[in-house]
């Protein structure tokens, strides 16, 4: 059966006792990581998995908290004796920085035994890998960048993953909630959503018609730690037919 396995929780800094975001997604046949905020190498030994295990990486966007992970594990595969291709998903724009950034850590392709092989967001509208189609879409959540800076950088995704038995969303981080409109045309079987870049009740208050079976929180900000049990009765309130539960590292969720 597949299963969601939460890795790493944490907002966009560092946070006692959990790691920065990173969720594998076990269909039972492939292992694919979505997200590789750090410690996640070490999060996944934890679970008796090694980074030889993972057969592909899906990077929502280039914030550190969800990339810093990235070269360990890569050097982790490496040393575990992986000899097969790895292909990374992720924004055009930060393979050749991340290339650039590998090479300079020694384990970029010109190093490893087995090929990296990159794929980014903007080529395709959705991409099959596996018995898996993730479809991309773009949010706002750079979107101050952009204002900053120009619109040629700075692009963040929401992943759909569509499995002949299930589909899961992925929210990455969001402006608001309404960057999952496109995504939310049919409900998922599990949304997992962030919770850092805006308030618990906006996010409930969007989903109240969206009519989502099951609800997985995450990303929260620190004034939520501790909060669980209140946030989860805020969300009953606008959710009552949806099953919500807050992530914490190292949780599984069967799909």
Known sequence: ?????F????PGFPT????????????????VLI?????????MLAHNLQAAD????????????????????????????????????LPKELIDPLQAWLDASYIGPRFLPFPLEFFAWESAPSFEQ?????APQATSHLADLVKRFGPTRFRAYSLRIAHPDFQVLLSGDLGSPQDLEAQLREPPDLMVCELAHFEPEELFRYLREKNIPRLVLT????????????????????LPETKILVATDGMRIRI
């Open 130 to 134: 596996f018995d898996l189609s993730v």
């Open 7 to 10: 890795l790493g929780t944490a």
């Open 219 to 238: 990303h929260l900000p620190p004034k939520l730690f501790g909060q669980g049990d209140e946030l989860l009765a805020e969300a009953r309130e606008y």
């Open 16 to 31: 006692p006792g959990r790691g920065h975001s990173s969720v594998i997604l076990d269909t039972g046949k492939h292992r």
């Open 54 to 89: 993972i057969d592909a990486v899906l990077l929502t966007h280039g914030h550190s908290d969800h990339t810093a992970g990235l070269p360990m594990l890569i050097q982790a595969a490496w040393i575990s004796g992986r000899t097969k291709t790895l292909p990374i998903y």
């Open 1 to 5: 059966m597949a299963e969601l396995l």
């Open 35 to 43: 997200d590789a905020g750090e410690p996640c190498s070490r999060s």
